[in-house]
Nanobody, 114 residues
Framework: QVQLVESGGGLVQAGGSLSLSCAAS????????LGWYRQAPGKQRELVAT???????NYVDGVKGRFTISRDNAKNTVYLQMNSLKPEDTAVYYC????????WGQGTQVTVSS
């Protein structure tokens, strides 16, 4: 099993910044991809950014240039730095680990006011 605990969400004004963290524990050796997803009210959960164990990074088009995903393998933690936030970034943000299965964190709320 892999356990994921997110932190760092909150309320920010448009144009502001927030940083999310996700600490992983458990069968860490098996984790290939770590990523961030988000789900806005009434919408499906969508990919935000992923980073593989080899450091290959992928972003959804809408956050490119504003969000930065990083991974600290020594701390078993993945981060998401979010800059120039927009009201449409408001969602619950989830950490996900792709291992011998798929594991999700509990989610952290990000609210961007206009």
């Amino acid at each position: 099993q892999v356990q994921l605990v997110e932190s760092g969400g909150g309320l920010v004004q448009a144009g502001g910044s927030l940083s999310l963290s996700c600490a992983a524990s458990g069968r860490l050796f098996s984790i290939n991809v770590l990523g961030w997803y988000r789900q806005a009210p009434g919408k499906q959960r969508e990919l935000v950014a992923t980073v593989t164990s080899a450091g290959i990074i992928n972003y959804v088009d809408g956050v490119k240039g504003r969000f930065t995903i990083s991974r600290d393998n020594a701390k078993n933690t993945v981060y998401l730095q979010m800059n120039s936030l927009k009201p449409e970034d408001t969602a619950v943000y989830y950490c996900r680990a792709d291992s011998f299965g798929i594991f999700w964190g509990q989610g952290t709320q990000v609210t961007v006011s206009s």
